[in-house]
């Protein structure tokens, strides 16, 4: 019996996956190179991986890749380089522009004593200067509000903390500095309770 074709998905284990692919490659191009010498043929093979790795093989009768692509351009009438170089060059112009445009902005808030500045332009120089000084001052405003707050909180919280220990000091000396007033008020009102709501702590020291 023949074996049954498997089906063609793809494989779920990265390991399998992956040593799949070495033996498929390598297959591959053995493949393109025994078409290029058996059939004479220009050949330009390009493969990326999954992890986006490139393998190409190119057969021995294209002396660059470039000129491959030309005569594909040419039998296709499109334009692949081109394209690439078009994009590149409008990304360095635009590069060029902001440089160009970030100089002359430092050019004219440096306020060069050899240049030659109409009123104007000097007007519209000093609403810039202006409105830096602005933004400058709110962002200094704001950073001083911010720790002010900060410093705010952790004088609040230690307060707290101060306040806290305090009243559990209080309550823990209560009933030491409640039996010495009994001693001196000759043993009476054994029991006694803290004072509430704030009030002073009043003691009868000597003999009466």
Request: a neutral charge; charged letters at 30%; proline letters at 3%.
């Amino acid at each position: 019996m023949g074996r049954g074709r498997s089906e063609i998905k793809r494989i779920e284990n990265p390991t399998q996956r992956q040593s799949t692919f070495y033996k498929r490659r390598d297959g591959l191009f053995k493949k393109a190179r025994e078409l290029a010498v058996l059939c004479d043929v220009d050949l330009l093979l390009l493969l990326f991986s999954g992890s986006g790795k490139l393998y190409h093989y190119l057969s021995p009768t294209v002396p660059t890749v470039k000129d491959l692509v030309e005569r594909y351009e040419a039998a296709t009438h499109s334009k692949v380089w081109a394209d690439v170089r078009q994009e590149r060059r409008a990304e360095l112009e635009k590069a060029e522009r902001m440089c160009e445009l970030m100089e002359k902005e430092l050019r004219f808030m440096t306020v060069d004593d050899g240049e030659q500045y109409t009123v104007p332009s000097l007007e519209l120089l000093e609403h810039s200067l202006e409105a830096a000084v602005h933004r400058v001052r709110s962002e200094k405003d704001r950073k001083i509000g911010g720790e002010i707050d900060c410093l705010q909180n952790i004088i609040r919280g230690r307060h707290e903390e101060r306040y806290g220990l305090c009243d559990k000091n209080f309550l823990q000396i209560w009933p030491q500095l409640a039996h010495s007033q009994a001693w001196n008020n000759g043993g009476e009102g054994g029991g006694s309770t803290p004072p509430s709501g704030g009030g002073g702590l009043e003691l009868k020291l000597g003999f009466n």
